[in-house]
């Protein structure tokens, strides 16, 4: 009896080491209520520049694993110079939201075991020691963090509290090799209505030289080294008069995603002549598998008039099918937006038109943030109330 009260001792100091558990959580709380006092009205809130009151924090070394979790006040980190994460894009981040039942006010997060898959996941693709942690314990820890903010979530449809958990390298030299500390943070953010005044459709330009991702890279993970080239593209894009850019690859132009997003087109099947719901599989590993996307086609497999496909459409297809008249909407999809109607795209120095807004984007608009918002049940499992 005394030998396995041993080896149970060991195993939980070893358990306590290795894993996030919510139950050694510390919370500090502000006593400096300013912040939340001079923060904007809820109406002229800009994405991401208003920032909550504490931050969740989470510290693993080679030596002892994951430390305690502590929410403490929102604070400037501390950093080496030298450390990986400045250098080599050793880090990775999430997007995910809590949001404010609009029928009884409760706090839900909507599919937060997506968002902690594809984060164990990016750590792992970036070869991230603690990729294992405990999924259920860290969302655990993030509900709290939510609690502890919960003010700064505004009420209304639309408005969320945007929640952004990181995970960066922090060891103290030049070398390119597998860390041995790290930091996982979250920081959040009060959000407002993508679009304030109704749906605004978006003009895309395919006439880029660049591309985004590729077979083998890390265009499936949530890494920063993904959005950093980007921007170059983007900037061109908008110089040109288009808002964003609709990423292609190979020899066939394969349509890939947009801007950030994933990407859907609804057309007519040539062959079925039947309603076809068409976005790009995962199957190549250069696709985001997006918590949008999975839940726009686990939603669109239950409708009877719609066929669902995961494919890469072409460019040429898809002129085709514009010409004649079997385009009939697209749109992007991601946890900003959930969804952004696209009205054009330009190709080889012409512009597709394309109809906007369609029935199956207002569509899942509808039933998504109608389950985030606690207006309708949806799957189970999918809003998580805390």
């Known amino acids: 009896m005394q030998s396995l009260r041993s080896s149970l001792g060991i195993f939980s100091k070893l358990y306590s080491k290795r894993w996030i558990s919510s139950s050694q959580l510390v919370i500090e ?19 991401g520049t208003t920032l909550s009151d504490h931050m969740l924090m ?13 929410i403490v006040p929102y604070q400037n980190l501390s950093l080496s110079p030298a450390a990986a994460s400045l250098h080599y894009s050793s880090q990775c981040f999430e997007g995910m939201k809590a949001y404010r039942s609009l029928t009884d006010e409760s706090l839900r997060l909507f599919r937060p075991d997506k968002n902690m898959e594809r984060l164990s996941n990016s750590m792992e693709r970036l070869h991230m020691p603690g990729a294992d942690f405990d999924r259920t314990e860290l969302t655990k820890c993030i509900a709290e963090l939510v609690k502890v903010d919960q003010e700064w979530i505004p009420s209304g449809e639309g408005y969320s509290l945007y929640i952004r ?6 060891n103290p030299f030049l070398v390119l090799a597998t860390p041995e500390s790290l930091l996982m943070y979250v920081i959040t953010s009060p959000v407002g209505p993508y679009y304030k005044s109704g749906f605004k459709p978006v003009k895309l330009t395919a006439d880029t030289k660049f591309v985004r991702a590729w077979p083998g890279g890390t265009g499936n993970s949530k890494v920063g080294g993904n959005y950093a080239p980007t921007m170059k593209a983007a900037a061109e894009a908008t110089e040109s008069g288009y808002s964003q850019v609709l990423w292609l690859f190979g020899d066939n132009d394969e349509v890939t995603e947009v801007g950030s997003m994933n990407l859907f087109f609804v057309m007519i099947n040539k062959e079925s002549k039947k309603l076809e719901l068409v976005t ?19 939603l669109a497999r239950t409708w009877e008039d719609c066929i669902v496909s995961e494919r890469f459409p072409t460019m040429a297809e898809i002129q085709e099918a514009a010409e004649e008249k079997r385009l009939l909407e697209a749109f992007g999809a991601g946890t900003a937006a959930v969804v952004s109607p696209i009205s054009c795209i330009q190709y080889q120095g012409k512009d597709i038109e ?26 189970q499992g999918w809003s998580v109330k805390i």
Not at 29 to 47: A, H, I, Q
Not at 59 to 69: F, T, V, Y
Not at 280 to 298: E, K, N
């Open 29 to 47: 709380r502000t006593k400096d209520k300013s912040r939340f006092d001079n923060r904007p009205k809820k109406e002229d809130l800009v994405f």
């Open 58 to 70: 989470v510290e693993w070394d080679i030596k002892s694993g994951w430390g305690a979790p502590r």
């Open 165 to 170: 958990p990181t995970c960066i390298a922090t």
């Open 280 to 298: 790009p599989p995962l199957t190549r590993d250069d696709i985001l598998p997006g918590v949008t996307r999975d839940s726009i086609l686990h």
């Open 354 to 379: 394309i109809p906007a807004v369609g029935e199956v984007t207002q569509r899942v608009w509808n039933e998504i943030t109608g389950i985030q918002y606690g207006k309708v049940e949806g799957p």
